[in-house]
């Protein structure tokens, strides 16, 4: 299973971006899909997720400002970025728990590649 994670760029504060990350291969069902991101020297934080069935959770940080989105039947999850500030420079990861079929035990987590945002003014 692939993610490929799109969006990223340079904006200034308060500007806005939205990211994409569509998952493919062999893939049966996705329960949780999710944004992190890893500021230099720091560690890989929460951004936001989202189930299945639409529930989202996000970090303190982004509340207000960051949506979480998704189309189940296209494997992609979306984040619509907002009033973006310098401290949200980061490389944006994906990653999706999915199953690779219907006997599956467990779900299997993959990561994206990550995508750069900078805030810049």
């Known amino acids: 299973v692939q993610l490929q994670a799109s969006g990223g760029g340079l904006v200034q504060p308060g500007g806005s971006l939205r990211l994409s990350c569509a998952a493919s291969?062999?893939?049966?069902?996705?329960?949780?899909m999710g944004w992190y991101r890893q500021a230099p020297g720091k560690q890989r934080e929460l951004v936001a997720t989202?189930?299945?069935?639409?529930?989202?959770n996000y970090a303190d940080s982004v509340k207000g400002r960051f949506t979480i989105s998704r189309e189940n039947a296209k494997n992609t999850v979306y984040l619509q970025m907002n009033s973006l500030k310098l401290e949200d420079t980061a490389v944006y990861y994906c990653n999706a728990d999915y199953l690779t079929s219907r006997w599956a035990l467990s779900t299997i987590r993959s990561w994206g590649q990550g995508t750069l945002v900078t805030v810049s003014s």
């Open positions: 291969g062999s893939i049966f069902s996705i329960n949780i």
């Open positions: 989202i189930a299945s069935g639409g529930s989202t």
